[in-house]
Nanobody, 125 residues
């Protein structure tokens, strides 16, 4: 059974940076599409970025382009999301999700089968 464990959330000031990590287990890491999603209070969950591990094909939501970067640590089965120049509107619970498919540009959250517990990101103005 696949398990996803997030880490790295926290509180920062506007303009600050945070790095979120997602450790995956229970499934061949290279065959996974890993997605980062976020949900703010009263809002729908939205995609932030995705990566298909085998080919390192990445996708970034328009809201994060130029401010976020995905990286992999294959030895540790971990995908990380570096977020820079954070804004108050980035405040949300961030979730790591996975699916065993290369269709990583299909970012509908319903297509992701496994989810982490979420980690809070708070950006103070």
């Amino acid at each position: 059974q696949m398990q996803l464990e997030e880490s790295g959330g926290g509180s920062v000031q506007t303009g600050g940076s945070l790095k979120l990590s997602c450790a995956a287990s229970g499934y061949p890491f290279s065959d996974l599409c890993i997605g980062w999603f976020r949900q703010a209070p009263g809002k729908e969950r939205e995609v932030v970025a995705t990566v298909y591990n085998r080919a390192f094909n990445t996708y970034y939501a328009d809201s994060m382009k130029g401010r976020a970067a995905i990286s992999q640590d294959v030895a540790r089965n971990t995908v990380s999301l570096q977020m820079n120049r954070l804004k108050p509107e980035d405040t949300a619970t961030y979730y790591c999700a996975a699916k065993s498919s290369p269709a990583c540009r299909e970012v509908n959250d319903a297509t992701f089968t496994d989810w982490g517990q979420g980690t809070q990101v708070t950006v103070a103005s």
